[in-house]
DNA sequence: CCACGGATGAAACTTACTTTCACCAGGCGT
DNA sequence: ACGCCTGGTGAAAGTAAGTTTCATCCGTGG
């Protein structure tokens, strides 16, 4: 009998699976049937029941409660579980992702499917580490400060700024956006110091947004740029820059990844905001929250 | 019916854990409870028997193993070995990083964004590993082929909406999106065989969206929703369902997990149709991008 | 107010797991 | 060679875990 195997089971190191076998050939035969099955294939183990593996280790249930012992474990259901996790971990490897970042021409949708997602959280997880949460945090300060908060954004743009606006809102922040240029010139004209407006565009270079970004400035408010380029012209007209990290290859996937970038950036901002003021943000969110609630339709439900 | 219903019960891959949290909507109180214990903590859920877990749970293990039944399992120990298995595969927060949904009162910006961004990124890898290939792939043929789309969406699901609406339309597909419910509707009404409805709801509750969704079905349009939920209402009025894997805790990040995760279905459809016709998509995606040029001022330069 | 249907837990039941124990085979001292 | 000991083994008993059934409860809508 196998003297060693309570002392190196308490320890167990590495894999589980390396460690059976290990002892493997000092445990009695009839416990080396049933190690062997185990090793081989622990997934398919995992699944078993233990009168199961025991018939097919051509053992009883008894020898296979000892192979547990002698392995370390407490009982069967604790051996299952954990090879159960070490086949889990183990299966890791043929992930054969598509990480590069362009898609080829005769993909499939799954694989389609993969490199986006893959590109998109990334994009996020970028953006992430690259902002600077000083600067995030001076605008957060603006922002909450702010008497009222202009939010520009052409095109793909624009239904981040749109989505900034309406955030916001919510937590009852005076904020706009505007979708044209003219009143978002107009308005722009009136705001004054201790405002804030934010300007968003990809590329850095749309026209219509730097220039209302400018005219803000001129009349005195904080101007932020959420860019993907931090040289780009947009940067010389705001006090503040934030950058996303989206690194677009092709037109193709186009704007998704960088979109989300963007609103990864919103999104802090307004959690910064929103962390300012918890109890006014709260009520606020609950109130807007019930607003629509007779909209909504009986919740979820079990199916028949 | 909703014919995906059954399937991504069964199918049910990427996630158990994400799986889990699409349905906790959809389950009784008492299941509920379990489910958040589970989803909480799956390693330790695994390690428990089931009297234990019910206990925990503060219920029955009627209710436990219910609630097996409800996540297609077959019973209590199958779910405790996924559950070891996916605890197993997720060994990834090497930092103490705030994974938990919530972020903690005095949480300061750089936590706070690091928090963002990590579930951010996770809901879009988890939504793309929970999608079904086969289903996008008869979406997008059925884009493809459509006289017509139709997007509806309300609220900020709306702005997703509007996006897809944009993308389609950029690649020369006809399609509009409908930001009020009267306008919508009429529009529904004209839609007919080989029309497309495509309707967006984080919750599936949104009772709009689902009424529309509801019109377009019987005028013989093929339906599609995106939800986070598998099991809510919307899901009866759509032929094909996709889901995204969101999973909110509080309002608080609110809904911008959810759009990411959106988004990026969206995205993926996009690419699907575009990659279906490659050289008239780019041809269409060029001549745009021509159209907005002159709209940006002289590129990327040096700063003083 | 009652009928209905879903949600729930107590208890009965089944299956899985664990322990006990008797037996067997081989080693070994006399 | 004979008993006697020892470790290995499975049958069976015992215990715990998992599953099903069913009566009850509670909110909902007629």
């Known amino acids: ?52 593996l025991a018939t097919a280790a051509e053992t009883s249930e008894a020898t296979v409660i000892r192979f547990c012992r002698s392995v370390g474990m407490d009982g069967y259901p ?49 953006t992430a580490e690259q902002l600077d949460p000083a600067v995030c945090e001076q605008v957060v300060e603006a922002i909450s400060g702010a008497g009222r908060i202009d939010i520009y954004g052409a095109g793909a743009s624009g239904f981040v700024a749109s989505d900034f606006q309406q955030k916001l809102h919510r937590i009852g922040r005076i904020a706009f956006y505007f979708p044209d240029v003219h009143t978002a010139l107009t308005s722009a004209a009136l705001l004054g110091r201790g405002d804030v407006a934010v300007g968003i565009s990809h590329t850095g270079t749309t026209s219509d947004v730097i220039e209302v970004l400018e005219q803000a400035r001129t009349r005195g408010a904080v101007t932020v740029a959420l860019t993907n380029f931090p040289r780009s012209p947009i940067t010389e007209v705001a006090d503040f820059v934030l950058t996303t990290a989206a690194r677009e290859t092709t037109y193709r996937s186009g704007a ?45 439900r079990r199916r028949a």
Chains 1, 2 share one sequence.
């Open 1 to 52: 009998m196998a003297k060693s195997a309570k002392i190196s089971a308490s320890h167990e190191p590495g894999g589980l699976i390396v460690h059976i076998s290990g002892l493997l050939p000092s445990l009695s035969p009839a416990e080396q049937r049933v190690a062997r099955l185990v090793v081989s294939d622990p997934a398919a183990a995992a699944r078993r029941t233990i009168t199961d």
């Open 78 to 126: 604790q051996l299952r579980i954990r090879l159960a996790a070490e086949a889990a971990r183990r299966i890791e490897p043929p992930d054969a992702r598509v990480v590069g970042g362009d898609i080829p021409p005769g993909a499939d949708l799954a694989q389609i499917i993969a490199t986006i997602a893959f590109n998109d959280a990334r994009a996020v997880e970028e």
């Open 256 to 300: 998704t990844a960088s979109r989300l970038a963007q609103l990864t950036v919103v999104d802090c901002l307004f959690v910064g905001v929103a962390a300012r003021n918890r109890s006014r943000a709260r009520k606020a969110l609950e109130a807007t929250a019930e607003a629509v609630q007779s909209h909504r339709v009986g919740a979820n």
